[in-house]
């Protein structure tokens, strides 16, 4: 599971990353994460922002760019599976809430920290309101992993909601994991162990 977390920060961090290829597939999806590549480019490369003195603007940055592109909402809900639907609108709010918190405690520092992966565009498919980007990531040890991009229209924005790693689904593997919880203890449970790791994230940050 460990070389699996790896190679989805991996992806996160290509998603965003440097000198993406200019010859992607055509489309609107491709279009809207091409451009999110190049704001998170610009915020890498800006030498302003480099030191560890600036890490707090610069992670502020980046956080605004990547999460602008991630359907947090609808990713909370797939990962709850059945059980969103017993939530109240409340309580989603918070599920939704924490589940963006621990995605970003769990990939932010690895998408600062990867470097010469190159991102290539294979494919783009688009069924009404959904797509799909399929690419590859080829990695400076000679590497290379499957990686997809499911997303959904939300106005006139292509919104990612899952992301798949060499046939793994980042939504799929959370939803196994938060339905174990739930089933062996309870979903107060699940909010507790979601709120102790958002503490920790912020005792980190300081």
């Known amino acids: 599971m460990s070389r699996y977390y790896a190679v989805i920060a991996a992806a996160l961090a290509v998603l965003f990353f440097l000198d993406a290829p200019r010859q992607a597939a055509a489309g609107l999806p491709t279009d809207q994460v091409r451009a999110t590549v190049e704001s ?7 030498p302003a922002l480099k030191s560890d003195a600036k890490r707090k ?19 909370a ?6 059980y969103w639907r017993k939530l109240t609108p409340q309580q989603q709010d918070e599920f939704t809430r924490l589940f963006t918190d621990l995605l970003e405690a769990a990939y932010l520092e ?21 797509a799909e980007v399929q690419s590859r990531i080829q990695t400076a040890k000679g590497e290379e992993y499957a990686l997809n991009y499911r997303l959904r229209l939300v106005g006139k924005e292509w ?7 060499e046939n793994i689904s980042l939504v799929n593997n959370y939803r196994s994991q938060f339905n174990r919880v739930i089933a062996n203890q309870s979903y107060d449970e699940l909010l507790r162990k979601l709120k102790d790791k958002q503490v920790q994230t912020a005792t980190d940050r300081r």
């Open 110 to 130: 690895q998408i600062e920290s990867y470097t010469n992966e190159r991102f290539v565009y294979v494919k783009e498919t688009i069924d009404q309101d959904y």
């Open 40 to 46: 998170i480019t610009a915020i890498l490369k800006n």
């Open 77 to 82: 809900a797939r990962s709850l599976g059945s």
């Open 159 to 165: 919104k990612i909601y899952d992301v798949v790693i």
């Open 57 to 75: 603007d610069r992670r502020e940055q980046l956080r605004r760019a990547i999460f602008s592109r991630f359907d947090f909402n609808e990713m």
